[in-house]
């Protein structure tokens, strides 16, 4: 069945069944890899978007879904280049492999929270797992991102 | 310009070479045409001591560093990148003799070839065991050393001068006169130079590099989603395919009826195997799909009846008999009979799965004449050889591009997912991306094994320990992947941190049982051997303090006169962590002290019991004497990794099986720490310039015992099998 999707303000229309992924659509039919495969059952939060703004786990999100709604991945350059930038100057990133899900968490809580507490992050960001544990530096980021 | 555009270029932006075409001339051809300095990762093929022919394009004194006529300075990393800082060390060490900027390379994974990029450690060219800083140590220095010596020389046979009025720094070299040359300019020449047979390499109070908290190289594109894992490869026209393995290990394909698989729109085939069944498909969705559509009987085989509590039962028994001797000093038997007070315990650790957040995956283009794989992997010439074995070619045919890796702690040092990705791209036409669900990557591991441990101690009057006896049980995973190191029943890694203990014991006496799991893979996980070992002498060294009534610090320190690395981080830690300070109740702090991967560290955990049981890691403090620093900043960041790694593992982490099928399945029943759950860890770094030690593994060893000890500490209660059972810590009435 036909689709057609937004992502990072480009239209694009793809042809799978209703009840595919978005992460599928993403990473093997757009070829926009920076989404990661982590579990498949939003458990992990590899797999972050945002949909209007709401972060989203699209390894559990249907293709059918998603109707006029806006899509936003780590390969947008708006996610934040202040986040970006704390990611790089606290040295966050090991693997990286979590890392786009983790960011695309962060910038949803920093676009409705700008100054979020520990226990907001901890809210936000505890469903985004680092097998690498770089959560203490996720965190610091987060800080830095707000206070810039 | 970044490694993982050169991956992309790889993964077939543009047309991938057939195996005819695998020329350096050509490939330099088209490195230099596409004037950004975007190559192939290729070998060259010569070793030290010759330069190369003289080309037109391109110095490349040794394996590791190329410099082209268009100035860019490309270097092949013998190590993967798996998140524990190689891709930056490694060049800061090359960089720091070759004198050049990190910002003005560029980096290349190494391709397979065991003669020029074997770790002089292993003699394998591999990832792991927390030795690429240590293997490359030296060898790395004199590559960067030797290549600047040719570059001066070059310039200096240009200048008609004296090459001790030269000077090489950043990416130039200069003469006292004020002219200066970039090394691009040179590389013609300085490749026609002779290779000096011995370089002297800077002393430390020289370096401009080594030991400052560089900027890694590979994060910026890892923060924008452009950075390539394996599982980003996608070569043109390729097929998406997931696959069924026997959930029994051993077990077989008896039949299966792929009707309602094949029906699904994007399946494109089946592939059924002796063991597996794979789906192929346009994309993820429908391979899943068409997975989740097939209806497979299998035959179970011999492991049907697979039980984890059966297999510990068996290591139990096994520990009855002698084994092979480690380590013996003294007479155990005599100082234990004169012993004053014993204590004995028996201990055991379980399985435990890797669960690297990138899913097992492997992309395979096969044809007659030759193949094609895209993959992640930590011990690449094995990868190329089991490919080449199980296409049937020869290995010139067989081209591996390897990858940034999402996660290796020793998953990846295996071949299982190149055989299998190449057993079913067999079937296809074209290149098929071979990717496992997370429940077969949690199902279908290679797994830490489980061992069981007898240890007994006898202290004197004092409480001072005089013997040690340590007899355990499980695999070796050394026997079967590096088989000249197993000797006499014995390996080094399997009882890495049972001997040559930092403590000094009169009388000690170890054993080492071998015994395979029926079945079960094992594997090397993060910490390896130390993973069990630490976690055993330090539970039962902090038995020993209590048996003597003394503080478990002090009564180490008593112990490592002799040691006086150990004996300096152990008191370190406790000083930084507060040691002997009040503390509320129900909360514990515990410590643990190792030499292992040539570093000696000691943790302080301080954890919090709640009253039903459940445990809270607060904070960690950590001593680490790592001889030479090279980048601090990954020194700190590789600490802070591993202990969460540890910490999830001695929370969580247990693999079992039932009717011969692994019970977990994914995150849910195969728990990770969590953000809300991290402690804050503190590094302390002890400045030495000792040779470095390994870093990526240590603090995994390390934290374990110590958050159990905290747990004794804040309870009372010895805890001797892993994973932490909260329902054990209940605070009673």
């Known amino acids: 069945m036909a689709f057609t999707i937004k992502v990072n303000d480009q239209m694009h229309r793809v042809d799978v069944d209703d009840d595919t992924p978005l992460l599928w659509v993403l990473r093997d039919v757009l070829g926009m890899t920076g989404t990661k495969f982590g579990c498949g059952l939003a458990l992990c939060g590899a797999c972050t978007v945002h949909l209007d703004g709401v972060a989203t786990r699209s390894c559990v999100t249907p293709i059918d879904s998603i109707g006029a709604s806006e899509i936003v991945t780590i390969g947008a350059t708006a996610v934040g280049a202040k986040i970006q930038k704390a990611w790089l100057d606290r040295e966050v990133v090991q693997c990286g492999y979590c890392q786009s899900g983790q960011i695309m968490s962060a910038a949803e809580l920093l676009a409705t929270n700008p100054n979020p507490t520990d226990a907001d992050i901890d809210d936000a960001m505890s469903g985004n797992i680092c097998r690498c544990g770089t959560y203490a530096r996720i965190r610091e980021a987060i800080k830095q991102a707000a206070a810039s | ?733």
């Not at chain 2, 070793?47 to 190369?52: F, H, Q, V």
């Not at chain 2, 452009?226 to 394909?253: H, M, N, W």
């Not at chain 2, 014995?490 to 009388?507: F, Q, R, S, W």
């Not at chain 2, 374990?704 to 932490?724: D, E």
């Open chain 2, 1 to 733: 310009m970044t490694i993982d555009q050169q991956a992309s270029r790889a993964s077939g932006r543009g047309e991938p070479p057939s195996a005819n075409t695998l020329s350096r001339r050509s490939f330099l051809r088209v490195g230099a045409a596409a004037g950004g300095g975007l190559m192939l990762s290729l070998s060259l093929p010569f070793a030290t001591g010759e330069a190369e022919a003289a080309t037109d394009d391109v110095f490349a004194p040794n394996a590791f560093v190329r410099i082209g006529s268009d100035g860019n300075i490309i270097l092949t990393m013998p190590y993967v990148e798996m998140g524990q800082g190689t891709y930056t060390a490694i060049p800061m060490l090359i960089a720091e003799e070759l004198e050049v900027d990190l910002k003005q390379i560029e980096l290349q994974h190494a391709p397979p070839d065991e003669k020029l990029y074997a770790n002089p450690l292993l003699g394998v060219q591999a990832t792991g065991n927390s030795n690429a800083i240590r293997g490359a140590w030296e060898p790395l220095r004199q590559a960067g050393a030797t290549a600047r010596i040719m570059l001066v020389a070059a310039a200096a046979k240009r200048w008609k001068v004296d090459p001790a009025a030269c000077r090489a720094e950043r990416g130039e070299v200069v003469h006292a006169a004020g002219r200066r040359i970039s090394y691009g300019e040179l590389a013609a020449d300085a490749a026609r130079m002779p290779v000096p047979p011995s370089v002297e390499l800077k002393r430390p109070q020289d370096f401009k590099l080594i030991g400052t908290p560089a900027k890694r190289l590979d994060t910026p594109a890892k923060v924008n989603g452009t950075a390539l894992y394996g599982i980003d490869a996608r070569p043109p026209g390729v097929k998406i395919a997931t696959l069924a393995q026997s959930p029994v290990f051993g077990g077989r394909v008896k039949s299966v009826d792929d009707a309602a698989a094949k029906a699904v729109n994007g399946v494109r085939q089946i592939v059924r195997l002796d063991d597996a069944i794979a789906v192929v498909a346009d994309h993820m969705g429908a391979a899943k799909k068409g997975l989740e559509a097939l209806v497979i009987e299998w035959d179970d085989g011999l492991h049907a009846k697979l039980d984890t509590g059966a297999i510990l039962g068996e290591l139990e028994q096994a520990t009855l008999n002698p084994g092979a001797v480690a380590q013996s000093i003294g007479d155990v038997d005599r100082a234990m009979a004169d012993a004053v007070t014993k204590v004995e315990a028996t201990y055991q650790v379980p399985f435990l799965a890797h669960a690297t957040m990138e899913p097992m995956n492997c992309t395979v283009h096969l044809r007659e004449d030759g193949c094609e794989i895209w993959v992640g992997n930590q011990a690449l010439a094995r990868a190329q050889a089991a490919a080449a074995e199980t296409a049937d070619l020869p290995l010139e045919k067989v081209v591996v591009h390897n990858h940034l890796i999402g996660g290796g702690f020793g998953r990846r040092l295996e071949a299982d997912g190149v055989i299998r990705a190449v057993e079913i791209a067999k079937y296809v036409d074209g290149p098929v991306k071979v990717v496992w669900t997370r429940e077969e990557d949690i199902q279908h591991d290679m797994y830490r094994p489980m061992f069981f441990d007898r240890i007994s101690a006898g202290l004197d009057a004092k409480g001072t320990p005089v013997a040690w006896n340590n007899r355990f049980a499980g695999s070796s995973i050394i026997a079967r992947w590096l088989p000249p190191a197993f000797n006499n029943g014995l390996d080094p890694d399997t009882t890495e941190g049972a001997i040559h203990l930092v403590y000094d014991l009169p009388n000690l006496h170890v054993e080492y049982v071998r015994v395979e799991p029926p079945g079960i893979p094992t594997a090397f996980w993060r910490s390896v051997g130390p993973s069990h070992n630490v976690f055993v002498t330090e539970s039962f060294m902090d038995e020993l303090a209590a048996a003597a009534k003394r503080d478990p610090v002090a009564y180490r320190l008593a112990l490592l006169d002799k040691s006086p690395r150990a004996q300096a981080v152990l008191k370190l830690a406790a000083d930084k962590a507060g040691w002997g300070q009040e503390i509320p109740e129900r909360v514990g702090r515990g410590v643990s002290v190792q030499n292992a991967f040539a570093t000696y560290m000691a943790q302080v955990a301080e954890v919090e019991v709640a009253e039903d049981g459940t445990v809270r890691v607060r904070r960690v403090v950590c001593a680490v004497d790592c001889g030479t620093v090279v980048n601090p900043d990954t020194i700190q960041a590789q600490i802070q990794s591993a202990v969460m790694f540890g910490i999830t593992a001695a929370l969580y982490g247990d693999i079992t099986l039932k009717d011969g099928r692994v019970e977990q399945t994914n995150f849910d029943s195969y728990q990770i720490l969590r953000m809300d759950e991290a402690p804050a860890v503190e590094v302390h770094i002890v400045q030495s310039s000792e040779a470095p030690g390994g870093m990526g593994e240590a603090g995994t060893s390390c934290i374990v015992p110590a958050v159990t000890n905290a747990i004794f500490a804040a309870t009372g209660k010895r805890l001797r099998t892993l994973p932490v059972d909260p329902s054990t810590l209940q605070q009673p009435g």
